[in-house]
């Protein structure tokens, strides 16, 4: 069975500074896709980076960047120099990659609260 | 804009009623989800389907049922609403091209008196 964990149920950061949510997950599957997702008070989801579990760099999408480091079965967020639009829920998501089985497991979410 | 759209935003039933939550997608995905979030407890998958009239129960599907008729529409019933159900519902649709992530709707915030 997949599972992802976020450790952090709150994380507090000052404007401009950059910040790390953790997120470990646990597969016996040898392909796999690992996605963030962000939530504002709004309630939408936003896609915001992915890393193939064969990928050899870590993917980085603008201020976004994944920090993977498959042995150790981690796949933290670094966002650099956040925003106040920053502040939003934030979820680790793994998908299992190939076959009929498409589903996308969670984890419970970091709360990011942006300080001025 | 590719879009994921659900019908209410908010709504408000009964313990015992029979409740519709709908959901169209126009991006022609395969693959179209069901998942209920609740604070503390992030999303937790319902169903979902890979196509049309198929579909598979997830972590959740006890007080649930579903029906994709449609490739772009795929519904999530509550066959007889319970207090415990009151929940927000988010529905998401993606393709088979593993890297694309999924894409959600708005959501609906369902409370159940």
């Known amino acids: 069975a997949q599972k992802i964990t976020q450790t952090q149920p709150g994380m507090f950061v000052q404007e401009k500074e950059a910040v790390t949510l953790d997120c470990t997950y646990d597969t016996s599957d040898q392909s796999y896709g690992l996605f963030w997702y962000k939530q504002p008070s709004s309630g939408e989801m936003i896609f915001l980076i992915y890393q193939g579990s064969y990928d050899e760099q870590n993917a980085t999408e603008g201020r976004y960047s994944l920090n993977f480091q498959k042995a150790r079965k981690s796949a933290n967020l670094v966002i650099s120099a956040s925003q106040l639009g920053d502040s939003a829920m934030y979820f680790c998501?793994?998908?299992?990659?190939?076959?009929?089985?498409?589903?996308?497991?969670f984890g419970k979410g970091t709360l990011l609260t942006v300080n001025p | 804009d590719v879009k994921v759209t659900q019908s209410s935003r908010y709504l408000v039933k009964r313990t015992g009623e029979k409740v519709f939550l709908e959901c169209v997608q126009d991006m022609d995905h395969e693959n179209m989800f069901w998942y209920r979030q609740d604070p503390g407890l992030g999303l937790r998958l319902i169903y979902f389907?890979?196509?049309?009239?198929?579909?598979e129960k997830g972590d959740i599907p006890e007080g649930y049922s579903v029906s994709r008729e449609k490739k772009e529409r795929f519904s999530l019933i509550l066959e007889s609403a319970s207090t415990n159900q009151t929940s927000m519902y988010l529905c998401a649709s993606s393709s088979d091209v593993p890297h694309y992530g999924y894409t959600f709707g708005s959501g609906t915030r369902l409370t159940v008196v």
């Open positions: 998501a793994m998908r299992k990659r190939g076959g009929s089985n498409y589903k996308l497991t």
């Open positions: 389907s890979y196509d049309v009239k198929m579909k």
